[in-house]
């Protein structure tokens, strides 16, 4: 595996937010550093994390970048990069499965392909297992144990109808799935469904939004393929709408496999996205915390690649966003949720 580590220097370690700004290009082209020893700054700066995903024409990931291959804009105006890295991270991985009553034949299959990423996660990952229909139920809070992991995938119970909007605000507003200030790691949540939701207190709006402010990546496997729009469709297929909406907006992608032949592909897919991901960093020229949308675009000269990423931040709610290089930009920002509830599998 073809790693890069962070650029930086000892000046930049230690200087202080008001002679930060002037310190950048001493950043930019300092000495590579040993690995995961990544730049740290004064809590009062605002450290834009963004976890990039290059693949090419064949859909193939693509490592070896370098810092130099990546040109980041804000609102179309340029922005430097100061931190940029491809090692391999540790992963906290939310898998949310539907367990509906419509799931009930797709189910041995979804958990064979889920066992294979539970499987495909190293000692320093960690991940949770839920099942979501009309309720919302954590089968295994976060763990590194596969063997824990494995027992919740096979635990997976249909019934009921589908809540996946409340599980995926359940899930991001969740205080637990959140790491440590010092903590390098990469935040992704998978969800699996095969239909439209039917018995959520919450829209896809609020989903979609909340989605914007958190720096999770997720992707996203309907098991329904989308109606095709044709002159009769009153509406456009709204539960595809969704899930497509939700990857793009938050970086990650979205899948309607033909067939439940095909899933094990997907979840291997996504595997190896979340290991072959750069995480590249920077501080907005805009200072200005108005709490607009700004929108992020980054470009790569290489080739014909193809990359994806979040598509913007609120500058207002930025405070210090925590992603694979959360331990960047230092601070002890609040995310302001509060507990949520969790229900419990019943015991045996």
Same mark, same amino acid.
């Given at each position: 595996?073809?790693?890069?580590?962070?650029?930086?220097?000892?000046?930049?370690?230690?200087?202080?937010?008001?002679? %930060?700004?002037?310190?950048?290009?001493?950043?930019?082209?300092?000495?590579?550093?040993?690995?995961?020893?990544?730049?740290?700054?004064?809590?009062?700066?605002?450290?834009?994390?963004?976890?990039?995903?290059?693949?090419? =024409?064949?859909?193939?990931?693509?490592?070896?970048?370098?810092?130099?291959?990546?040109?980041? !804009?804000?609102?179309?105006?340029?922005?430097?990069?100061?931190?940029?890295?491809?090692?391999?991270?540790?992963?906290?991985?939310?898998?949310?499965?539907?367990?509906?009553?419509?799931?009930?034949?797709?189910?041995?299959?979804?958990?064979?392909?889920?066992?294979?990423?539970?499987?495909?996660? &190293?000692?320093?990952?960690?991940?949770?297992?839920?099942?979501?229909?009309?309720?919302? *139920?954590?089968?295994?809070?976060?763990?590194?144990?596969?063997?824990?992991?494995? *027992?919740?995938?096979?635990?997976?119970?249909?019934?009921?109808?589908?809540?996946?909007?409340?599980?995926?605000?359940?899930?991001?507003?969740?205080?637990?799935?959140?790491?440590?200030?010092?903590? %390098?790691?990469? &935040?992704?949540?998978?969800?699996?469904?095969?239909?439209?939701?039917?018995?959520?207190?919450?829209?896809?709006?609020?989903?979609?939004? +909340?989605?914007?402010?958190?720096?999770?990546?997720?992707?996203?496997?309907?098991?329904?393929?989308?109606?095709?729009? *044709? +002159?009769? *469709?009153?509406?456009?297929?709204?539960?595809?709408?969704?899930?497509?909406?939700?990857?793009?907006?938050?970086? =990650?992608?979205?899948?309607?496999?033909? =067939?439940?032949? &095909?899933?094990?592909?997907?979840?291997?897919?996504?595997?190896?996205?979340?290991?072959?991901?750069?995480?590249?960093?920077?501080?907005?020229?805009?200072?200005?915390?108005? @709490?607009?949308?700004?929108?992020?675009?980054? !470009?790569?000269? &290489?080739?014909?690649?193809?990359?994806?990423?979040?598509?913007?931040?609120?500058?207002?709610?930025?405070?210090? %966003?925590?992603?694979?290089?959360?331990?960047?930009?230092? @601070?002890?920002?609040?995310?302001?949720?509060?507990?949520?509830?969790?229900?419990?599998?019943?015991?045996?």
């Amino acid at each position: 595996m073809r790693h890069r580590t962070p650029t930086q220097t000892a000046a930049g370690r230690a200087v202080l937010a008001s002679v %930060l700004m002037t310190a950048l290009p001493l950043l930019a082209h300092a000495e590579p550093a040993p690995p995961r020893n990544l730049p740290t700054f004064s809590s009062a700066v605002d450290v834009v994390n963004l976890n990039v995903s290059v693949s090419d =024409g064949k859909d193939r990931h693509v490592t070896g970048l370098a810092a130099t291959d990546f040109k980041i !804009f804000e609102d179309g105006v340029p922005q430097q990069l100061v931190v940029f890295t491809q090692e391999r991270l540790p992963i906290s991985l939310a898998i949310l499965i539907d367990s509906s009553l419509s799931m009930q034949p797709s189910l041995p299959a979804v958990k064979t392909a889920a066992m294979r990423l539970v499987r495909a996660l &190293q000692p320093d990952d960690q991940a949770e297992i839920i099942q979501f229909n009309h309720r919302f *139920t954590v089968l295994q809070d976060f763990t590194n144990d596969q063997g824990l992991l494995e *027992t919740a995938v096979n635990g997976i119970r249909a019934e009921g109808a589908t809540g996946i909007y409340n599980a995926l605000y359940l899930t991001l507003k969740d205080p637990k799935f959140r790491k440590k200030d010092d903590e %390098l790691r990469r &935040q992704a949540v998978v969800v699996l469904s095969d239909g439209e939701d039917t018995s959520s207190m919450v829209s896809d709006e609020q989903v979609l939004s +909340l989605a914007k402010k958190e720096n999770v990546t997720v992707f996203s496997i309907s098991l329904r393929q989308p109606r095709p729009l *044709t +002159l009769d *469709t009153e509406a456009p297929d709204r539960a595809a709408f969704f899930l497509t909406s939700l990857a793009r907006d938050t970086g =990650g992608r979205s899948y309607f496999p033909a =067939g439940l032949a &095909q899933i094990d592909g997907v979840y291997d897919k996504i595997a190896d996205e979340l290991r072959t991901q750069y995480a590249l960093g920077y501080i907005s020229s805009n200072p200005i915390r108005d @709490g607009k949308w700004r929108r992020i675009a980054i !470009f790569t000269a &290489q080739g014909n690649l193809m990359l994806r990423h979040k598509q913007g931040y609120y500058a207002g709610a930025l405070r210090v %966003l925590r992603s694979a290089v959360g331990a960047a930009a230092v @601070g002890t920002a609040k995310t302001g949720a509060s507990t949520l509830p969790r229900e419990q599998p019943p015991q045996d």
